[in-house]
């Protein structure tokens, strides 16, 4: 971000220099970087003391690669205004590109201090405190996460790993960490970092589900009225229950606790107990509570009753009529996946500014700009990319369906709760929407097209609705990268699909040695909860490929392969280190080389763009 100076002003420069800034802000916006580090050194010359010029040096001089100048420049500005938030910010960028994690994270906070609205510094100080552990740290930065973590606008998961480390800091809960004893928490006065966690991430470690199992039986047998002391900690472990659709082992006496019969009226804490182990029952019409209890009445019963109404109410489109589109649907019908609470906040960008961050190298195909851009997301799911692709293109107008209306549901209110007004919901048949007789300028199908029965031929319908030179981005499972989870699915193959049948799947997987193929699936997010389970290990239907398979249909479908959207810059990296001659990395068959290499280069999905050639 360009520091424009509007108009001379004695109290900061001379006129010339005011002048030679206002030509430097000029040459700078118009892509002329040489012309404009010639401007701003001649002001800074001019006006040493002056920390905007050194801020768009700094700018400048980083959009050339120029790193260390770049932050000499940035530097002396902050020197001069140590509040200067936009360069805290530029600088924070530096130290996360030259892989300098401390003092990243220290800019970024600094940054964030001062401009705690800003898309972009939210999301830096988030990237990189959500990358990092520590084993040491000031004392305000649990404060600073457990803040963050509570803004609707942020992924609480994002952070869950860096607020876990945070945690064991905490010498009472590290000791229950180690021993198994929820006792030696500190059960009355949680910390808030604790509290947040639990309220806002799923807390995806073996050791913390453990120490969360015991604390539910001993909070179920401690917890008698609602203004218990542990009354805080009881709700925010109900709201982790619920989260993870209630994946944790139960003993028999404590199923007979949660079985404990609720009724309409006020609030209990027969209620509060139930929701450590089961939904609460829907069918309770008016459930009242007092004020420090109505976010969780809203989150266990209001908002599911909202879902409820939501997915009854729901347009569909088509028909689902294939056996395998039934199975599929019965699935999310059962376990909607995934659920979330939050979304990060996204700063809305032409199509063309959205490929070029996302494929770089690939700006410059991406077609003209159309005056509205009509997008579908083919099987949203519970929303969360849908929500995500509405607020990342400017001028969009979204249509998101799914065979699930639960899921729908979910999706709908979750929209409406976040105020996303360019986003609609419909039931539908990816295998159907050839009916419908719309065109869309672009396509967005991320872990859905391999659940189909056939994914070229659902890929080859989304690609009849897609406008001539429109763009799709497709995900699709990666073969060499799910080696642990195929043979966690080979042990799922004995265990039944209903919930409790998925609780004893976890639990075996929980107890395989260490050595064991399908162990790494402990590390994976959606092992904590069963709908991540069922849709990860159990699911009804899925393929998945290699990249030369990927091209094969590509080409048979006339679509231009552009590039991969990766979450993080290391696939980038890998390539660009094999092949530095080639800026495009569009050559799929080098990417498999890679990938032979590094299995874990995708993860387990590929996800690309691509652009329709034919008519």
Same mark, same amino acid.
């Given at each position: 971000?360009?520091?424009?100076?509007?108009?001379?002003?004695a109290?900061?420069?001379?006129?010339?220099?005011?002048?030679?800034?206002q030509?430097?802000?000029?040459?700078?916006?118009?892509?002329?970087?040489?012309?404009?580090?010639v401007?701003?050194?001649?002001v800074?010359?001019q006006?040493?003391?002056?920390p905007?010029?050194h801020?768009?040096?700094?700018?400048?001089l980083?959009?050339k690669?120029?790193?260390?100048?770049?932050?000499r420049?940035?530097?002396?500005?902050l020197r001069t205004q140590?509040?200067?938030?936009l360069a805290?910010?530029a600088?924070?960028?530096?130290?996360?590109q030259?892989?300098?994690p401390?003092?990243?994270?220290?800019?970024?906070?600094a940054?964030?201090?001062?401009?705690?609205?800003q898309p972009?510094?939210v999301?830096?100080?988030?990237n990189r405190?959500g990358?990092m552990?520590?084993?040491?740290?000031?004392p305000?930065?649990?404060?600073?996460?457990a803040?963050l973590?509570e803004?609707?606008d942020?992924?609480?998961?994002?952070l869950?790993?860096a607020?876990l480390?945070?945690?064991?800091?905490?010498p009472?809960?590290?000791k229950?960490l180690?021993?198994?004893n929820?006792?030696r928490?500190?059960?009355?006065?949680p910390?808030p970092?604790?509290?947040?966690v639990?309220?806002n991430?799923?807390?995806?470690?073996?050791?913390?589900?453990?120490l969360?199992t015991?604390l539910?039986?001993?909070?179920?047998?401690?917890?008698?009225?609602?203004g218990?002391?542990?009354?805080a900690?009881?709700?925010a472990?109900?709201?982790?229950?619920l989260?993870?659709?209630?994946?944790?082992?139960?003993?028999?006496a404590e199923?007979?606790?949660?079985?404990?019969?609720?009724?309409?009226?006020?609030?209990?804490?027969?209620?509060v107990?139930?929701?450590?182990?089961?939904?609460?029952?829907?069918e309770i019409a008016d459930?009242?509570?007092?004020?420090?209890?109505?976010?969780f009445?809203?989150?266990?019963?209001?908002q599911r009753?909202?879902?409820?109404r939501?997915?009854?109410?729901?347009p569909?489109?088509t028909?689902?009529?294939?056996a395998v589109?039934?199975?599929?649907?019965?699935q999310?019908?059962a376990?909607?996946?995934?659920r979330w @609470?939050?979304?990060?906040? *996204? !700063? +809305?960008?032409p199509?063309r500014?959205? #490929? /070029?961050?996302?494929?770089p =190298?690939a %700006?410059?195909?991406?077609?003209?700009e159309p005056?509205?851009?009509?997008?579908?997301v083919?099987?949203c799911g519970?929303?969360?990319?849908?929500?995500?692709v509405?607020t990342?293109?400017?001028?969009?107008?979204v249509?998101a369906?799914?065979?699930?209306r639960?899921?729908l549901?979910y999706?709908?209110?979750?929209?409406?709760?976040?105020?996303?007004?360019?986003?609609?919901f419909?039931?539908?048949?990816?295998l159907?929407?050839?009916e419908?007789? @719309?065109?869309?300028?672009? *396509? !967005? +199908?991320v872990?859905?097209?391999?659940h #189909? /029965?056939?994914?070229?031929w =659902?890929? %080859?319908?989304?690609c009849?609705?897609l406008v001539?030179?429109?763009?799709?981005?497709?995900?699709l499972?990666?073969?060499?990268?799910?080696?642990?989870?195929?043979a966690?699915?080979?042990?799922?193959?004995?265990?039944?699909?209903?919930?409790?049948?998925?609780?004893?799947?976890?639990?075996t997987?929980?107890?395989?040695?260490?050595?064991?193929?399908?162990?790494?699936?402990r590390?994976?997010?959606?092992?904590?909860?069963l709908?991540g389970?069922r849709?990860?290990?159990?699911?009804?239907q899925?393929?998945?490929?290699t990249?030369?398979?990927?091209a094969?249909m590509l080409?048979r479908l006339d679509?231009?392969?552009l590039g991969?959207?990766?979450?993080?810059t290391m696939?980038?990296r890998?390539y660009r280190?094999?092949?530095?001659d080639d800026?495009?990395m569009a050559d799929l068959m080098?990417?498999?080389?890679l990938?032979?290499?590094h299995?874990?280069?995708?993860h387990?999905?590929y996800?690309?763009?691509?652009l329709?050639?034919?008519?």
């Amino acid at each position: 971000m360009i520091h424009r100076q509007k108009r001379p002003t004695a109290a900061t420069l001379t006129p010339p220099a005011a002048h030679a800034m206002q030509a430097a802000v000029k040459a700078h916006r118009a892509g002329r970087l040489d012309e404009a580090i010639v401007g701003y050194r001649q002001v800074v010359k001019q006006a040493p003391s002056f920390p905007p010029a050194h801020y768009n040096l700094g700018v400048a001089l980083k959009a050339k690669g120029q790193a260390k100048p770049a932050m000499r420049a940035l530097d002396t500005a902050l020197r001069t205004q140590p509040r200067y938030g936009l360069a805290h910010a530029a600088l924070a960028e530096l130290y996360d590109q030259g892989e300098v994690p401390d003092k990243a994270l220290r800019h970024w906070i600094a940054a964030y201090r001062e401009l705690c609205d800003q898309p972009t510094v939210v999301n830096g100080l988030v990237n990189r405190l959500g990358s990092m552990r520590f084993s040491s740290a000031a004392p305000e930065l649990s404060g600073l996460t457990a803040a963050l973590l509570e803004r609707r606008d942020v992924e609480g998961q994002r952070l869950a790993g860096a607020a876990l480390s945070l945690l064991r800091l905490h010498p009472q809960i590290r000791k229950a960490l180690e021993t198994g004893n929820p006792e030696r928490l500190p059960l009355d006065k949680p910390p808030p970092l604790l509290l947040a966690v639990l309220r806002n991430t799923i807390a995806a470690d073996p050791d913390w589900e453990s120490l969360l199992t015991s604390l539910r039986a001993c909070l179920v047998q401690t917890f008698d009225r609602l203004g218990h002391p542990a009354a805080a900690l009881t709700r925010a472990l109900a709201d982790q229950m619920l989260a993870t659709d209630y994946a944790f082992r139960a003993s028999p006496a404590e199923e007979e606790i949660g079985m404990e019969t609720v009724t309409d009226g006020a609030l209990t804490a027969a209620h509060v107990r139930a929701a450590l182990y089961r939904p609460i029952a829907l069918e309770i019409a008016d459930l009242r509570a007092e004020s420090e209890w109505e976010d969780f009445v809203s989150r266990h019963v209001w908002q599911r009753q909202e879902e409820r109404r939501a997915a009854e109410d729901m347009p569909r489109l088509t028909p689902v009529e294939d056996a395998v589109s039934r199975a599929v649907q019965d699935q999310y019908t059962a376990l909607p996946y995934p659920r979330w @609470q939050s979304t990060r906040v *996204i !700063e +809305a960008r032409p199509r063309r500014a959205v #490929l /070029a961050a996302a494929v770089p =190298g690939a %700006q410059s195909l991406a077609p003209p700009e159309p005056r509205r851009l009509s997008i579908l997301v083919a099987g949203c799911g519970t929303g969360k990319h849908a929500v995500d692709v509405a607020t990342r293109f400017v001028n969009a107008e979204v249509l998101a369906v799914d065979l699930s209306r639960n899921s729908l549901g979910y999706a709908k209110t979750q929209a409406q709760r976040f105020g996303i007004t360019n986003l609609s919901f419909a039931e539908a048949d990816i295998l159907a929407l050839g009916e419908i007789g @719309q065109r869309f300028d672009h *396509i !967005e +199908a991320v872990g859905v097209l391999h659940h #189909l /029965a056939e994914p070229e031929w =659902g890929w %080859q319908v989304l690609c009849g609705l897609l406008v001539a030179n429109g763009t799709m981005k497709i995900g699709l499972y990666s073969r060499r990268g799910r080696a642990a989870i195929k043979a966690a699915q080979a042990i799922a193959e004995d265990f039944p699909r209903t919930a409790e049948g998925l609780r004893v799947l976890r639990q075996t997987i929980r107890a395989l040695p260490e050595e064991h193929p399908a162990a790494p699936v402990r590390r994976e997010f959606d092992f904590y909860s069963l709908a991540g389970v069922r849709d990860a290990l159990a699911h009804t239907q899925e393929h998945d490929y290699t990249l030369p398979q990927v091209a094969g249909m590509l080409d048979r479908l006339d679509l231009r392969f552009l590039g991969f959207e990766s979450a993080t810059t290391m696939p980038a990296r890998i390539y660009r280190s094999a092949y530095p001659d080639d800026r495009a990395m569009a050559d799929l068959m080098r990417w498999d080389t890679l990938e032979e290499k590094h299995p874990d280069l995708f993860h387990h999905m590929y996800q690309f763009w691509c652009l329709k050639t034919g008519g």
